[in-house]
């Protein structure tokens, strides 16, 4: 566990585990050897497994997110080294050696059909939030309303499989491969004529 006691950081929960109670049980595990409380107490004072969970959840999407709006921050002048810039926070981040493989946000995702609505929800804000900050930074690059949205998908779904593929075991060089099909058809769009 890093920083607060209250919340357990991301290599206490291993990148998201399928099913908020077992997350909650490695959160509450990892809280539980930090402070010396049982769970009981932690729960009493913390709230219960899907709160622990969707506090953890919360505080990853916000200490990412505010490195991705770094990253994008340039994109009205730079577009495209702004959005690789975007991608190489997910690209440090998966070759961290103390952190594990995957992202807390994507393997919720991949896990709402078996969390609570809380947690399910909250996922689908974090991806939600995600493609607004790459779209108003594509809107910022000049690109169409629509380019922007479907840019802003593809750009987000492209960043989540980076932590899935490197889960799965994909090389660096596949995944520097994937970023750079999307680095290519970005390219064309920002170089196509404007009606």
């Known amino acids: 566990m890093r920083g607060e006691v209250g919340l357990v950081d991301e290599e206490e929960v291993g990148g998201g585990d399928a099913g908020a109670a077992l997350a909650g049980d490695v ?21 219960d497994k ?30 495209l080294r702004a959005v690789r810039a975007f991608f190489e926070v997910t690209l440090k981040r998966i070759a961290d050696p103390d952190l594990p493989d995957g992202c807390l946000v994507a393997q919720t995702a991949m896990a709402i059909p078996v969390l609570s609505p809380n947690i399910a929800t909250r996922a689908i804000e974090a991806l939600g939030i995600q493609r607004a900050r790459l779209r108003t930074a594509l809107i910022a690059a000049k690109l169409s309303d629509s380019d922007a949205d479907n840019f802003a998908v593809h750009i987000a779904a492209v960043n989540q499989s980076l932590a899935v593929m490197s889960r799965a075991g ?26």
């Open 50 to 79: 899907d709160a622990l969970y969707s506090r953890c959840l919360d505080r990853y999407a916000t200490r990412y997110g505010a490195r991705y709006d770094q990253a994008l921050s340039g994109a009205s002048e730079e577009p």
């Open 27 to 47: 959160v509450s595990a990892g809280l539980s050897r930090a402070t010396g409380l049982n769970r009981s107490s932690i729960y009493s004072s913390l709230g």
């Open 170 to 195: 994909a090389s660096r060089k596949q995944l520097h491969t994937v970023i750079d099909i999307t680095m290519s058809a970005l390219s064309q769009a920002l170089r196509a004529p404007r009606f």
